[in-house]
Each structure stands twice: as structure tokens, then as C-alpha cells.
């Protein structure tokens, strides 16, 4: 029998999946996330709810559960956390790896500090286990330029705890740990990879900076893309190219994005309900071969009176990460991350 390896955790840090922008040049952001203001010193906490669906549709899109894992595994719902901070770059919490980082360097004074924090529940039956429980856990941290420093990363960490499902003539489900640490510099970066039990791996890559972000900031970038209306039968445009770094993946990879479609979506954040005007956008490698199923993202496209001051800014309003088998490809479905609440301090 063909075995299927099932990775159930939306990896979304981690797994590549593009900005207005020509690749070879520097990138080009908006300040979306202020509501077009300079980046000035605050944090900003950002909360949402995780929840499993088995049947996702909207637009072209659909990632609906295949009949085969019907009784396979289910989920809690779960948490996704981002807490943005703008720092001075001599801030106490810059690695000290970074010493002497000619990026950080050159840049005047502020930066950019971004921590997530991914945790969701899974449950699998299979042979003589009913329910076994199983904690996904994705953390981030990632320092980078602001938009007039094209969100040039300088450094990336990330430090995942994710099961593995091999189903075949018997099902087994290993716990797999993983770290990465990624430090950049004006023509190069070096990525670090310890994967279980095994020794570290170094390896650079050759590449100038400003060139490329980093996956531990891509949502947040998304949010800063300048991105043209759909337009057409087809509801969408052609897809704009932003080339992207993964541990995964070590070379920077193309990723396509593409804005098409958008209404408003009803959601509750910090206790009131909004109808929140969105852009509906899909992201993936922009490779015909390994591509996966695109990524998509509800973003804050228009003011909402008495939400974030009035301001638009750019919040992500909803995420789908599709599921699938490994192999396979079948679809299993998708986690949709649904705002909860947004507080500046």
C-alpha cells in the first residue's frame, strides 16, 4: 500500500507558500500597517482565534477534507498571537550576534520586532488509539528594517514542535522539533538548521539585502503590498512577485500574490462587532512545480468607524492555511485564523 505522510500544523512561518516590486531591485512597502504614518516607537498586539475547517470555499477556491481521513484526527481551537514592537536599534532585546551587523549598521535608528506565537491541539484515532493528543507549537522572532529599509530582515528565529502522521499498512505518529535561526547581512546569510535530535546545520546563501524578506515577516509585509484591484471575468489580477527566504527552501524563493477578490467580513474585535471592508488575496511559490495550494488572506482594504481610530490599517482580518497530505497532496481541509482583538500601547 502507498504510504501518505500527513503533516498536520499550519506551518506558516516555516513553509513557503508575492509586492509590487521588480526582484532584482530593492523591495518597496507602504507604511499600510499605520495607517500610512512613519513607523514611530509603540507595540502592537494582535490576537487570533484558530479553527478547523473541513470544508473552506470562497471565490476559486475550495479545500474541503478528503472522504479517506474522515476519522482521523479533529482539533481544538487554537491561537495565533503577533506582537509588533518599533525599536532603536541599540535596543536591549537585538541578538548580540548582531554586533557589528553591517545592515543594522547602516540603519539610522529603528527597527522592527515582530514575536508570533502559534498553538493549536490535534487529536488522531488510529490502530488501537482513540483521541490521542498531540501540541502544535510554532514561536518567532524577527528583527527587520522598516519600509524605507524595504523590511530587510537581519535576523530570524523559529522553533516549532509539530507531529508526523505516516499512514500506510500501519499508522505511526512521530513528534518532530525543529529550530532555525537565520542571520543576515549586506551580500550574504547564514541559516541554522537543528531538526530533532540531529547536529546543527550551517549553510549561506550569496545574496544582497533589501532584496528579499523573510518568512517570519511575510504576513505582516503582505499588509504593506501595494496591490491592484481585480479586474475581469475572473475577479482577479495578475500576480505580483516578492521573493522570500525560508529555512525550507535556504535560496530566497519567488512568491505570487495575487489580490482576487473581496467583501466585508463580520468579525468581533476587542468585544464589539465590525463589518470590516477586505481584499481578498492569495499567496504561493510562484513555481509551476511544487507549488502547493495557495494561501490566502483577508486584509482591511477601507476605515471602519470607531475601529483603530478610524485608521485603515491593513489588518490581517482572516488567514486560511490548507491542509494536505505529503505525497499525496491530498486536501484535508484548512486552520482559518479569524481576528479576536488589536491593542497599541
Known amino acids: 500500500m502507498k504510504k501518505i505522510i500527513i503533516t498536520i500544523i499550519a506551518i506558516c512561518m516555516i513553509a513557503l507558500t508575492g509586492c509590487s516590486c521588480v526582484p532584482e531591485n530593492s523591495l518597496s512597502f507602504t507604511n499600510a500597517w499605520n495607517g500610512g504614518n512613519?513607523?514611530?516607537?509603540?507595540?502592537?498586539?494582535?490576537?487570533?482565534?484558530?479553527?478547523?475547517?473541513?470544508?473552506?470555499?470562497?471565490?476559486?477556491?475550495?479545500?474541503?477534507?478528503?472522504?479517506?481521513?474522515?476519522?482521523?484526527?479533529?482539533?481544538?481551537?487554537?491561537?495565533?498571537?503577533?506582537?509588533l514592537k518599533v525599536i532603536n536599534k541599540s535596543d536591549?532585546?537585538?541578538?548580540?550576534?548582531?554586533?557589528?551587523?553591517?545592515?543594522?549598521?547602516?540603519?539610522?535608528?529603528?527597527?522592527?520586532?515582530?514575536?508570533?506565537?502559534?498553538?493549536?491541539?490535534?487529536?488522531?484515532?488510529?490502530?488501537?488509539?482513540?483521541?490521542?493528543?498531540?501540541?502544535?507549537?510554532?514561536?518567532?522572532?524577527?528583527?527587520?528594517?522598516?519600509?524605507?529599509?524595504?523590511?530587510?530582515?537581519?535576523?530570524?528565529?523559529?522553533?516549532?514542535?509539530?507531529?508526523?502522521?505516516?499512514?500506510?499498512e500501519s499508522i505511526s505518529i512521530n513528534t518532530i522539533n525543529t529550530e532555525y535561526v537565520s542571520i543576515f547581512s549586506k551580500n550574504s546569510y547564514k541559516i541554522t538548521s537543528k531538526i530533532g535530535d540531529n547536529e546543527p546545520n550551517e549553510k549561506t546563501y550569496e545574496k544582497g539585502y533589501k532584496k528579499y524578506v523573510d518568512n517570519t515577516e511575510l504576513?505582516?509585509?503582505?499588509?504593506?503590498?501595494?496591490?491592484?484591484?481585480?479586474?475581469?471575468?475572473?475577479?482577479?489580477?495578475?500576480?505580483?512577485?516578492?521573493?522570500?527566504?525560508?529555512?525550507?527552501?535556504?535560496?530566497?524563493?519567488?512568491l505570487a500574490i495575487t489580490h482576487f477578490d473581496g467583501a466585508n467580513e463580520i468579525v468581533t474585535v476587542n468585544g464589539t462587532e465590525y463589518s470590516i471592508p477586505c481584499k481578498y488575496v492569495s499567496m504561493g511559490l510562484s513555481t509551476t512545480s511544487n507549488s502547493g495550494r495557495a494561501q490566502l488572506l483577508f486584509i482591511q482594504n477601507e476605515k471602519v468607524e470607531n475601529l483603530f481610530g478610524g485608521e485603515n490599517r491593513s489588518v490581517m482580518v482572516k488567514y486560511v492555511y490548507p491542509l494536505m497530505t505529503y505525497g499525496s497532496f491530498d486536501s484535508m481541509g484548512a486552520l482559518i485564523y479569524t481576528l479576536e482583538s488589536v491593542v497599541r500601547a
Open 92 to 168: 536591549s532585546s537585538i541578538p548580540a550576534e548582531l554586533e557589528n551587523n553591517d545592515i543594522l549598521l547602516d540603519i539610522e535608528s529603528t527597527v522592527l520586532y515582530l514575536h508570533t506565537e502559534f498553538s493549536i491541539n490535534v487529536y488522531y484515532t488510529y490502530a488501537d488509539k482513540t483521541d490521542e493528543l498531540h501540541e502544535e507549537k510554532i514561536i518567532t522572532d524577527v528583527f527587520f528594517g522598516t519600509a524605507s529599509a524595504s523590511f530587510t530582515p537581519i535576523y530570524a528565529k523559529s522553533v516549532s514542535k509539530h507531529t508526523l502522521a505516516i499512514k500506510g
Open 38 to 83: 512613519d513607523a514611530t516607537a509603540m507595540t502592537e498586539t494582535t490576537t487570533y482565534k484558530v479553527t478547523y475547517s473541513d470544508n473552506f470555499t470562497v471565490g476559486n477556491y475550495s479545500f474541503k477534507k478528503g472522504d479517506g481521513l474522515t476519522n482521523f484526527f479533529r482539533y481544538d481551537q487554537g491561537t495565533y498571537t503577533e506582537t
Open 219 to 254: 504576513l505582516f509585509a503582505i499588509r504593506n503590498m501595494t496591490l491592484t484591484a481585480p479586474t475581469g471575468e475572473q475577479g482577479q489580477t495578475q500576480a505580483s512577485t516578492l521573493p522570500t527566504v525560508s529555512p525550507v527552501y535556504g535560496d530566497a524563493q519567488d
